[in-house]
């Protein structure tokens, strides 16, 4: 059973940074590990992806702000936030895929996804 746990939530002002963690119980070759987030009334949307390759992809919102990375000796995934906007508020979930999904439906589609964490929540305010 694969279980992904998130951390670092919290509350900051706009131009503040958060840096957010997700703990992953498996990786493989084909891994791929990605952040979504869900505003009250919204879709679900894609943050940032990162393949086991190393390829990064980020959403044109977050461009620029937010970096992803992971550290594969913790097994931890992270999402690095700066220059949050009030518009950046949301739960953030981080999401693996092991089975190719990614590639073929896109790294930021939630529907390439079957494995997400609890999420975790970020609020900015202005």
């Known amino acids: 059973q694969v279980h992904l746990v998130e951390s670092g939530g919290g509350s900051v002002q706009s131009g503040g940074s958060l840096k957010l963690s997700c703990v992953y119980s498996e990786y493989t070759s084909s891994t791929v590990l990605a952040w979504f987030r869900q505003a009250p009334g919204k879709e679900r949307e894609g943050v940032a992806a990162?393949?086991?390759?190393?390829?990064?992809h980020f959403a044109d919102s977050v461009k620029g702000r937010f970096s992803i990375s992971k550290d594969s000796d913790k097994n931890t995934l992270y999402l690095q936030m700066n220059s949050l906007k009030p518009e950046d508020t949301a739960m953030y979930y981080c999401?693996?895929?092991?089975?190719?999904?990614?590639?073929?439906?896109?790294?930021?589609?939630?529907?390439?996804?079957?494995?997400w964490g609890q999420g975790t929540q970020v609020t900015v305010s202005s």
């Open positions: 990162i393949e086991s390759d190393g390829e990064m």
């Open positions: 999401a693996a895929d092991y089975g190719g999904w990614p590639t073929l439906r896109g790294p930021l589609q939630s529907s390439a996804y079957s494995y």
